[in-house]
Structures are given as structure tokens and as C-alpha cells.
């Protein structure tokens, strides 16, 4: 009999295979709520994980999927907003694409105002937006989540190269300046300087720049033509990256900081400086 | 009370007798290997489900535990020959202190024992934290109200099945109380308001009286808070044995 169970079984399996329907379906909050009663935070763990699941299934449309897997974390974060790894497996994990990060964004900033402690949550926004290459919106959020509890004293760091990024250096030079003022521990006051004087020649060989162009009405060719014009006595050194240039395609100075970009642009032919 | 004693020490051995007890023990068990499982599927966030998970099933399995003994052990005895003994040795009264108490023990040991595999599962995974111990005072608070509910249906109904749904519908009323007073004072329809506001009132606050979500991420309300709630639930348990023992009384046995 156990044989006949167990062939049975196989055989069922093998011979039969049904084309069942797969049912999507997150009941609406307020039922939950009202069902689960106290056991509201067991049930947030049970959408959790029914979440995680669902990053595995096969969709034919990538939004689908992205919607699927968010209204499970959705209803998670909702009934437990303390699930914060839930905001991270929903806003980052899956946000891929231009339209799939904008509403992982989406998702983070809603649970921004449920969770707004939490400095992992603007921190995630903040790289979402960073993908997106908007970097003064990164750098306002990491700029909020640098003041939450317990937030890493990296996040601190890290806006100064965003500003410079973002094209802003002389708001990552003010940034740094009230830093400075703000820190009594001398080691972080070391990379502190360190960075600040890294900005603060941008800011100078920038200001050049502009007289330069107020002057001829043009952008000069390299770094060195600010010098020949007399604006500059000596390209400061750079100690934090790998030596100023001029970025010819947006006119701007920039430091070989980031080699594999450096080589991109020097590929296109951005970066005269490079050569 | 020296009666009551003795009555609630014979309920709290028949207790644990009864096979009710051991197979409650035994799914306990079963729960604690899923609660690992849960953790498992939970990313990121394992530690506060095998906590969480693990405090629900003591929940969920005490109160199987509590409701379906009571009742039933009342119904044995009326049926069997038992009730007549106890009621000859000892006053009506005495008789239903003891089931209270007797059964008030039973819930504290099964809280006990089960407790004591969920923190070596809690130990043997990393998770554990000194606040999920605070999570079976509210649990105990929450059964013993529950215990005293069963124990007046008991008393009030003939049948045993009926005593069981009321009280497992009760339980899941006074659960579900508060989201819909939240709905209720949310929505258009405001004329229902104080009805729901007497219902949520009346019946037991289980939604104060449960601090599972606070102290699986290892968070704890005040001290006050655990003496009002301790407070609070004495004064209705009392208030339901007053009830209990009305209808006891009038009762002919």
C-alpha cells in the first residue's frame, strides 16, 4: 500500500500537470488591520516574507513585478513600519531602470513619513537618486540622514564628492567649512582638512575659469592655458585625487579622482587633461 | 481559601494530565521548527521574526490550551459524577476560586515551559534579548482574562460547544476591537462612533494589554505601565468571577 501511495503519487505527478491560475492579491490594509488584531506585527512579518518570495517569481513585464513585490512590502512596512529592511528589499533591491528606481524613490519616500528615524530609509533615497545621477537631490538626503540616530559617521564624508559631482563644489567647500567647525576629533578633523583643501582648489581653479572666459569669451583647452593667461601662477597639487584637468565638454575643472571615469572621458574625448 | 486551594491544586494536576496539555506541548514544538523556518525566508530582518513568531504561537497555543481545557474539563465533571463530589466537600464558591486559580497555574506553566523553548531556540539562533521575557507578563495577563470569559460561559451555557465559541469569539472581538474603532472614528459614518467606542471599552483591551510588537525590537513601556495593566486585569478577572459566580449559584446541580 505504501508503494502504491508513493508510485501513485508520482505518477499524479508526472501525468497531470495543471495550468493553474496564479492569484495576485494583497488584501486591502484596513482589513488586515482589523483581522490580525494584536498579531498585526506577526502578520507584517508573513507579507514580509511573502515579499521576499516574490522577488524570485518569473514575470513577463518587469513592472508588474516591481508593482507585485512592492504591494507585498507595502502592506508589510504598513502593519510594521519598523520592518526597515522591507524599504531596502522594495525601494533598492528591485528598483532597476529609470522607471523601476523612481518608484522604488516612490516607495522610500512614503516610508520616509512612516519611519522618520530610521537614517537608512533617506540614505537609500539618496543612492536611488545618486543612480539616477541627480546628485544635489543625493546629497540632500544624505544630508538628512547624516542627522538621524546612529547614522555612520560616512555619510558625512561623502556629500563634499557629490557636490563636486553635482557640479557644485562651492557648496561642498561650505559644507566642509561648518563641518570643520562642527568636529573636535582630530582624526576626523585630518580628513576633514584633507578634503577641504581638495575642494577649495577646485573652487580657486574654477573661479580662474570663469575670469578666463569673462576675458576671451571662450573655454581655454587645457588646465595650463589659465596659467599662460596669467591667472594662475601654478596648478595646485592635488592630494586627494589624482591631479586637476579641464573637462572641455562641460568647462568645468575636475580631478582625476575616479579612474575608470577619467579613462571613459578621456576615451570620448572629455578629458584633454588626461592625455 | 484554604479550599479553593485545594480544588485549584486537583485542577492544575488534572490539568496536565489531560492529553490537551501534551499535544499542546507537542504543536508548540511543531511551531518552534516553523518559527526557525520563518526566520530563515526573512532576510535581513530573521531575528525579530523568530522572536515575533515564536511569541505569537505561545499565544495562539496557551490559549487552545486554556479555552479548550476549561471547558471541557467542566463539562467532564458535570456529566461525570465528579461535580457532585467537589460540590459536597466544598461551598460553590470555593469551587469556582479553585478552577480559576487551578487554571491560572496551568497557564503559567505551560508559559514556563514553552517559554523555556523559545528562548534555548532564541540562544541557539543569536536572537535573543532580555525584553521578549516582559512579552509573557503581557501574555499571561491576556489568558487569565480569557480563562475567567470561559469559566462565565461555562457557567452560563449547558453546552460545551456553544461556551466555545463564545469565548473564541470574544477573544477575537476584543483583537480586533481596536482597528475598527480606528476605522469607525476614520470613516464618514461618525453616528456609530460611541457604540463601538461602549463595545471597545467593555470588552477586555487586548490591543493595551499586548507588548509583543514593542519588545521583539527589544523596547519596553514603563514600569506603570506593567502595574496598571497587572491592576487592570486583576480588577476584571475579579469582576468575571463575581459574574461566574452569580450564575454558579443559581444554577441547579
Known amino acids: ?275 | 481559601m484554604r479550599e479553593a486551594f485545594a480544588v485549584a491544586v486537583l485542577n492544575f494536576k488534572q490539568g496536565l494530565r489531560e492529553k490537551l496539555f501534551w499535544g499542546v506541548i507537542f504543536f508548540f514544538a511543531f511551531f518552534l521548527s516553523l518559527c526557525v523556518l520563518l526566520g530563515k525566508l526573512s532576510p535581513g530582518e530573521t531575528e525579530k521574526v523568530l522572536r515575533n513568531a515564536g511569541l505569537s504561537g505561545i499565544e495562539l497555543s496557551g490559549l487552545v490550551l486554556v479555552v479548550f481545557s476549561l471547558v471541557l474539563s467542566f463539562k467532564k465533571e458535570e456529566e461525570s459524577r465528579f461535580l457532585e463530589i467537589y460540590l459536597s466537600n466544598f461551598s460553590r464558591t470555593n469551587y469556582l476560586s479553585g478552577k480559576v486559580i487551578g487554571y491560572l497555574l496551568i497557564c503559567l506553566f505551560y508559559l514556563l515551559l514553552s517559554g523555556l523553548g523559545y528562548i534555548l531556540i532564541l540562544f541557539l539562533y543569536k536572537s535573543f534579548i532580555w525584553q521578549v521575557a516582559a512579552g509573557f507578563y503581557s501574555l499571561f495577563l491576556k489568558l487569565s482574562i480569557l480563562i475567567c470569559f470561559s469559566l462565565v460561559f461555562c457557567c452560563l451555557f449547558s453546552s460545551p460547544i456553544i461556551s466555545l465559541f463564545c469565548s473564541l469569539s470574544l477573544y477575537l472581538a476584543s483583537e480586533a476591537a481596536y482597528p475598527a474603532l480606528k476605522i469607525v472614528s476614520l470613516g464618514p459614518n461618525r453616528v456609530t462612533l460611541p457604540l463601538f467606542k461602549l463595545i471597545y471599552y467593555l470588552l477586555p483591551n487586548m490591543n493595551k494589554l499586548d507588548i509583543k510588537s514593542l519588545v521583539v525590537y527589544g523596547e519596553l513601556p514603563s514600569l506603570s505601565f506593567f502595574f496598571s495593566t497587572g491592576l487592570y486585569t486583576l480588577v476584571y478577572i475579579l469582576f468575571l468571577w463575581l459574574i461566574a459566580r452569580f450564575i454558579f449559584l443559581k444554577r441547579e446541580y
Open chain 1, 1 to 275: 500500500m505504501l508503494g502504491f501511495m508513493f508510485f501513485g503519487s508520482r505518477v499524479l505527478e508526472n501525468k497531470f500537470s495543471l495550468k493553474k491560475e496564479e492569484f495576485f492579491y494583497v488584501p486591502p490594509l484596513n482589513y488586515l488591520k482589523v483581522a490580525s488584531g494584536s498579531f498585526q506585527s506577526f502578520c507584517a512579518d508573513i507579507f514580509y516574507i511573502r515579499g521576499i518570495l516574490a522577488i524570485t517569481e518569473q514575470f513577463k513585464d518587469r513592472m508588474s513585478w516591481v508593482d507585485w513585490v512592492q504591494k507585498n512590502f507595502e502592506v508589510a512596512t504598513d502593519l510594521d513600519p519598523k520592518l526597515t529592511q522591507g524599504y531596502f528589499f522594495a525601494g533598492v533591491v528591485i528598483a532597476h531602470g529609470e522607471e523601476g528606481i523612481k518608484k522604488g524613490i516612490q516607495f522610500l519616500e512614503r516610508g520616509l513619513k512612516q519611519n522618520t528615524k530610521e537614517w537608512q530609509i533617506p540614505y537609500w533615497i539618496g543612492f536611488n537618486y545618486y543612480q539616477l545621477g541627480d546628485y544635489l537631490k543625493a546629497v540632500e538626503f544624505y544630508e538628512q540622514a547624516a542627522h538621524l540616530p546612529d547614522a555612520p559617521g560616512f555619510l558625512k564624508s561623502i556629500q563634499p564628492m557629490y557636490y563636486y559631482r553635482a557640479g557644485r563644489p562651492d557648496l561642498g567647500l561650505l559644507y566642509l567649512q561648518g563641518l570643520r567647525n562642527s568636529v573636535g576629533d582630530p582624526k576626523q578633523l585630518e580628513w576633514i582638512e584633507e578634503k577641504l583643501k581638495w575642494i577649495q582648489n577646485i573652487v580657486y581653479l574654477e573661479d580662474k575659469l570663469k575670469q578666463f572666459k569673462a576675458l576671451y569669451g571662450y573655454c581655454p583647452e587645457r588646465i595650463e592655458d589659465l596659467k599662460g593667461a596669467g591667472l594662475l601662477e601654478e596648478i595646485p597639487e592635488d592630494h586627494f585625487g589624482g591631479g586637476y584637468y579641464l573637462d572641455t565638454d562641460n568647462c568645468r575643472i575636475k580631478s582625476k579622482f575616479n579612474l575608470s571615469q577619467g579613462n571613459k572621458e578621456a576615451k570620448s574625448g572629455g578629458c584633454k587633461g588626461c592625455e
